[in-house]
Structure formats: C-alpha cells, structure tokens
C-alpha cells in the first residue's frame, strides 16, 4: 500500500461518496452525496492509500479546536485487509498539533479501531448526534499520545 496526500477530488470522492460509507459519515441534517461537496483548501489535508494504483482509503484531517481532527475511512471491501495498515501509516501525517475525533456512540467498532490507535474519550455530548430520527451520544476523542509528549 502506498500512503499520500492527494488533492484529486475523484480520489476523494470515491471514498467519501461509498454509499455505505457516506451514509456511516452523515447524520441526519446533511444533504446528499450528489450535492455534497469536499474542501480542498489549506484547511483540509486529505491522506489517500492505494493498492495497485487504486484507492481505497482515505484519512481527512482539518482544523478544530487547538488542534486537528481526523476521520479515516476504507473502503468495505478493503478493510479486512487493510484498514490497520492504512490506520498506522496515515497517522503518520498528524503533524505535531493535538489530534481529535468525533465519534458517535451508534458506532462502536469505529470507537473501538480509535481506541486501538491510542485515542481516548475526553468529553461526551449527550443526544448530539441524530441518525434515522433517533439521538446518540457523540464521544469526543483526543489522541493519548499528546499528553505524555505535553509532559
């Protein structure tokens, strides 16, 4: 697998747009896939892995609060294979600010695969998150290994 930033909104958009990824990365007040649209600024750094030329995954990071945020994203068909490769070698571009996620608590084995890299709940919004008319508490997550370098 080979790890890279890429600009090319196709790239982007064939893992943001899945079908199944886009309705896992959506809550209910977001628009649909043909009308939404990805940033490509210096706000936003987007990570793409490939295989065999191919992508097939994708690890977006921006801005938030004193740091960044990040969501990473495989393929379904890729994951088994490849999704805890493309997790390690992705963080790799987190850059030296603390890194953050946001993870709904509707999905557990993504709280899990972020606990696995090192992330670590800080605060919890209840009923922050709606999906399919019904409210999930939303998990704030920080990256650990930023409060041993802190120290």
Known sequence: MIVRETKLLSDIETVLKHPEIYSTITDDNCCPAEYCNFPINDD????????????????????????????????PEHRKEHALQFGEQSLIFRGTQPLYAEIPDLYKNVLDFAFRFGFEVIETRKQDYCKNGKLYDLKILRFKEWDSLET
């Open 44 to 75: 936003y750094q987007y990570i793409g892995g490939y295989v065999n030329g191919e992508i097939i995954a994708i690890m977006v990071y921006h801005k938030y609060r004193d740091g960044n945020k990040c969501h990473v994203q495989v393929l």
